[in-house]
C-alpha cells in the first residue's frame, strides 16, 4: 500500500497550459503539503493546509493553488504555465501540523516545454 | 528561518558506522531537529526526530547536543542502500509546523 500517491509521475506540457497534479494519501493525515524541488535540488515548501487553514508560502506565484476536495486529497493547480516551472513537485502529509513525522510522496517530474 | 549547516558530502565504507554532523546554533527552544533522506529518484524519507534527548530507531540513532546547537546523526552499520542526501531539518513552528529543506549532506557508501 502507498501512503502518499501522486499521478502523473511524469507531466510534460506546453507554456501557457493549465495542469493539476494529483495527490492521496492513506495515513489518516489531516494535514497535507506541496514541496517543489528544482533543478539545483532545493527542497521548498508551497503550502501547508489542514481542514481549518491554507498557509501559502508568500513566494509562490498565484497561479498555483491547491485544492481539497477532502482530508486525503490535495490536488495541485497550476494555470499558465511557464519554462521556470519546470521541477519535481512531492506532495507529503503528516499528522495535525505537529512536530511529528511526514510522509512524502514519489514526486510529479513537470516539464514545461 | 533557523538554519542548519551540513557538510556537502561525506564517504563512508559499507558496514561501517557513519556520523553525521550538523549545526544549527540559532535554534530555539520549539524548534524539533528532523533528520530526512532523499534516494535517487524518490522523495524525502524520515528517518528520526528528537527535541532534547538522544533518540534511537530502528533506522538510525540522533545525538543531540546539551545546548542543542547541533546534533549528528548516526548509522550504525553503512550498506549501499543508505547512499543518499541527508538532511538536517529544524522543524519550526509558523502555523503548522513546516519542514525547511537545507542543502543536506550527499553520502556516498563505498563497497
Known amino acids: 500500500d502507498t501512503a502518499v500517491s501522486q499521478t502523473p509521475k511524469y507531466l510534460v506540457t506546453q507554456m501557457g497550459n493549465d495542469k493539476s497534479i494529483k495527490c492521496e494519501q492513506n495515513l489518516g493525515h489531516d494535514t497535507m503539503y506541496w514541496y517543489k524541488q528544482d533543478s539545483k535540488k532545493f527542497l521548498k515548501i508551497m503550502f501547508s493546509y489542514n481542514n481549518k487553514e491554507l498557509i501559502i508560502n508568500e513566494t509562490v506565484p498565484n497561479r498555483f493553488s491547491p485544492k481539497s476536495p477532502d482530508k486525503a486529497h490535495l490536488n495541485l493547480h497550476i494555470n499558465s504555465l511557464e519554462l521556470g516551472d519546470s521541477a519535481v513537485y512531492f506532495c507529503?502529509?503528516?499528522?495535525?501540523?505537529?512536530?511529528?513525522?511526514?510522509?512524502f510522496g514519489q514526486g510529479t517530474r513537470l516539464t514545461v516545454v | 528561518d533557523a538554519k542548519t549547516t551540513q557538510p556537502n558530502s561525506m564517504e563512508s565504507n559499507e558496514e561501517e558506522p557513519v556520523h553525521l554532523p550538523c549545526n544549527h546554533s540559532t535554534i530555539s527552544g520549539t524548534d524539533y531537529i528532523h533528520w530526512y533522506r532523499q534516494l535517487p529518484s524518490q522523495g524525502p524519507e524520515y528517518v528520526i526526530h528528537?527535541?532534547?534527548s538522544n533518540v534511537n530507531n530502528r533506522m538510525a540513532s540522533l545525538a543531540i547536543a546539551e545546548d542543542r546547537k547541533s546534533s549528528t546523526l548516526i548509522l550504525h552499520r553503512a550498506t549501499l542502500r543508505d547512499a543518499a542526501v541527508y538532511y538536517c531539518i529544524l522543524k519550526a513552528w509558523a502555523g503548522s509546523y513546516q519542514l525547511t529543506f537545507g542543502k543536506g549532506t550527499k553520502l556516498s557508501v563505498i563497497p
Open positions: 528528537g527535541l532534547t
Open positions: 507529503a502529509s503528516s499528522m495535525g501540523g505537529g512536530p511529528t513525522e511526514a510522509f
